[in-house]
């Protein structure tokens, strides 16, 4: 990797198409897109030092105007107040945008702080990514 590859000082390393991008082993991101739908796939952590990592990426994603963007936080394991933020922001930019938006939650470390804030039925929620 030449200096030329890395991010400027201060920017995320942000994923782009099919690719992975580790944020300090803290969380990874990958994307894909197939016949119109974005999937952003999550793995980690969900906080207030993650979350603006997730957040360029999924605002990358529906700059694209998917006809759905998937974001699969099935591989979360800890989704803080920041990364609730993030979702409901995106849910409001995929509606301004006419994306559809589907969650993939399978896991109580993702499914109790959606349950506990009340923002669960903000969401179209799914355990898997077929539709």
Same mark, same amino acid.
């Given at each position: 990797m030449t200096t030329s590859d890395?991010?400027?000082?201060?920017?995320?390393?942000?994923?782009?198409e099919g690719?992975?991008?580790?944020?300090?082993? *803290? &969380?990874? !991101? $990958?994307?894909?897109?197939?016949? =119109?739908?974005a999937?952003?796939?999550v793995v980690g952590e969900v906080d207030t030092f993650t979350a603006p990592v997730l957040r360029s990426t999924l605002d990358g994603q529906l700059e694209q105007q998917p006809?759905?963007? *998937? &974001?699969? !936080? $099935?591989?979360v394991q800890f989704? =803080?107040?920041?990364?609730?933020?993030v979702l409901v922001e995106t849910q409001k930019s995929a509606r301004?945008?006419?994306?559809a938006l589907r969650l993939i939650a399978t896991t109580r470390a993702v499914?109790?702080?959606l349950?506990?804030?009340?923002?669960i039925d903000l969401f179209t929620i799914a355990d898997s990514t077929a539709r």
């Open positions: 890395l991010p400027a000082e201060g920017q995320p390393d942000v994923s782009t690719t992975e991008a580790p944020f300090d082993d *803290v &969380i990874t !991101l $990958s994307t894909s897109t197939e016949d =119109g739908v999937t952003v796939t006809r759905e963007l *998937v &974001i699969d !936080l $099935s591989g989704l =803080g107040s920041a990364g609730l933020a301004a945008r006419e994306v499914t109790r702080p349950e506990v804030t009340g923002l």
